[in-house]
């Protein structure tokens, strides 16, 4: 399929949406791609990025800003607190704030650095025991305990169950986020993104549908 393709959708879905075509960022999600993959979508123009792993990141990405101005990192998997500085330091965003520990550690570490990425916070939509993120019952706690320790709170995030239809999920993350007063809705993925998008999602993130499947051997 390819950077072209998904970009036009993406653009087409936001006008069917009645939104601007830059409302919707898209970032191509890079986890466990070969590097000549990657640099093929950078020598395209793309500059926003998705990484599951701090260290996977750490490995790749500080060579490929020694070439390429612009990149923009988001942390879209799971942050321990032992790893936050280093994802400080290296992504613009992060969309795995899902724990009251974490926060602090952010908001500590934050302190320090002079700087901090802008966060998302991690919704578990589906109230799946096995996945990450703050219950949708306890999201508007969760987003004041964030402001009070002044963290750039950018949006919601989710993950939507693969057996169920996504458009609940995002309906839901949307009126989470309306509810707090946030604008970012970091939501939908390679089979369902322009629905994401439809109901508000301003960051979509792509992955296998730019670069091809993983190998993950």
Request: hydrophobic residues 40%; contains cysteine.
């Amino acid at each position: 399929m390819g950077l072209s393709e998904i970009d036009a959708r993406v653009r087409k879905a936001a006008d069917d949406a009645g939104r601007a075509p830059d409302s919707v960022e898209l970032i191509a999600v890079s986890k466990v791609q070969p590097n000549e993959r990657v640099e093929a979508v950078l020598r395209e123009g793309h500059r926003s990025f998705g990484e599951n792993r701090v260290q996977e990141a750490v490995g790749k990405w500080p060579g490929f800003r020694d070439s390429y101005d612009g990149i923009i990192l988001h942390l879209i998997g799971p942050l321990q607190t032992n790893k936050a500085r280093q994802a400080m330091e290296l992504f613009q965003a992060i969309h795995s704030v899902d724990r009251p520990k974490l926060a602090t550690t952010l908001a500590r570490l934050a302190q320090d650095i002079g700087a901090c990425p802008d966060l998302f916070i991690q919704v578990n939509t589906g109230e799946e025991p096995q996945k990450a993120g703050i219950m949708p019952s306890d999201t508007d706690d969760f987003v004041a305990e964030c402001r009070a320790l002044d963290l750039p709170l950018q949006g919601l995030m989710c993950i939507p169950p693969v057996e169920e239809e996504p458009s609940l999920h995002f309906a839901l993350l949307a009126k989470l986020a309306a509810r707090n007063g946030l604008d970012g809705l970091s939501m939908g993925m390679s089979g369902d993104f322009e629905r994401a998008i439809a109901l508000g999602a301003t960051h979509v993130r792509v992955g296998s549908a730019i670069f091809g499947e993983r190998d993950y051997g």
